[in-house]
């Protein structure tokens, strides 16, 4: 088996959450050690954002935060390459080839598609194309996994039926990609109990403040039927043990504020040395465009040489 290449991404379209945490980037963090040969890849898919985000400004500010994010969670930019999806224009280029050899009605079966098709959106061509920048974000680097929320799977599986469609069409170009979900934490609930989504408005951010994390988890939306309260609950289990948490809820049946607060100690208490560490990083700016000015050199080396196999495959070069 050759060498194991793990890439993802996080759309800066607001400041991330713990669902994001927990279903994606603390993977990312936790490869450096359980994966120390493998090349990892980490993105700021920008480009992706620009669906939502369309707002100079706000673009430039959110994608410096999550830069700031990866490095405050720990990533370490010697272990694994930060970049911008922007800084690497081979994506673009090669999700204009995957266009031309997939159909709209493959692409009309992606569940973020119907969602939006089901609220009656008016959904933009890049909405729509989505799946295929995102293909070719993860194809370009040989990646063999793709650390994802549940959320994503479909997309990684777009991207492995895009690559088996080239590699058919062209020959063997691509090298097909296997999500990893964290199968236990799948989706974290937002405070309303749906999934914690930026665009639900019902997060919990992952630097948030000790006044923020209070905020949101007195608004966690409970059922006063029932003596455990399932969405605190089913949110707690990221920072308790199952037996801790069964100890802690039977002996508080129906306690919800006394749940609450023990849900504030126990995200302050893991927020806030994440929360230290981004106040020291942000001291130094300079710092955070060095990494991914570093990260695009080391980025658009990978993704050109596999784009000129990509032009050679299709008679372009
Ligand atoms: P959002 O849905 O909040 O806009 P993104 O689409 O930017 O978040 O997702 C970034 C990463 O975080 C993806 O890998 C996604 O699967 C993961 N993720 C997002 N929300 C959740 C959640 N509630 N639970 C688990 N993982 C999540
Ligand atoms: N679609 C992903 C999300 O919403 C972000 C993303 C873009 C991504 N390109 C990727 C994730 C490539 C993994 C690999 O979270």
């Not at 979900?181 to 914690?196: A, C, L, N, Q, S």
């Not at 003596?227 to 605190?232: A, G, H, K, Q």
């Amino acid at each position: 088996m050759s060498k194991k290449i793990i890439l993802s991404g996080v759309q800066p379209t607001a400041r991330p959450h713990i669902g994001n945490y927990f279903g994606a980037m603390k993977q990312f963090v936790n490869f450096q050690t359980t994966q120390p040969d493998a090349e990892k890849f980490f993105m700021i898919v920008d480009y992706h954002a620009l669906n939502t985000v369309q707002d100079a400004a706000q673009m430039k500010q959110f994608t410096y935060d999550l830069a700031l994010d990866y490095l405050a969670i720990g990533l370490d930019p010697e272990h694994s390459t930060l970049f911008k999806q922007s800084d690497v224009s081979a994506h673009t280029e090669l999700a204009w080839i995957f266009d031309t050899i997939i159909t709209m009605p493959y692409l009309m079966r992606a569940h973020a598609f119907k969602d939006a098709e089901a609220k009656n959106k008016e959904i933009s061509v890049g909405t729509f194309n989505y799946p295929v920048l995102m293909a070719a974000d993860i194809l370009l680097y040989g990646t063999t996994t793709v650390p994802v929320g549940q959320d994503q799977k479909q997309h990684v599986e777009y991207s492995r039926d895009i690559a088996q469609k080239f590699n058919s069409i062209f020959g063997e170009t691509f090298h097909l990609p296997e999500p990893m979900i964290m199968e236990h934490v799948g989706t974290v609930p937002g405070i309303d109990g749906r999934k914690m989504s930026k665009s639900y408005n019902n997060t919990i951010p992952l630097f948030a403040t000790r006044e923020e994390i209070t905020k949101a988890v007195m608004g966690i939306v409970t059922d006063s039927g029932s003596d455990i309260p399932t969405n605190v609950r089913a949110i707690h289990a990221l920072f308790k043990s199952e037996t801790e948490l069964t100890a802690l809820y039977d002996a508080n049946k129906g306690k919800y504020k006394i749940l609450k607060e023990a849900l504030i100690e126990d995200i302050d208490a893991f927020i806030k040395p994440l929360r230290e560490r981004r106040a020291e990083l942000a001291q130094d700016p300079d710092r955070v465009a060095q990494v991914l000015k570093q990260g695009a050199v080391r980025a658009n080396e990978r993704a050109q040489a596999k784009l000129i196999e990509v032009k050679k495959a299709i008679g372009v070069l």
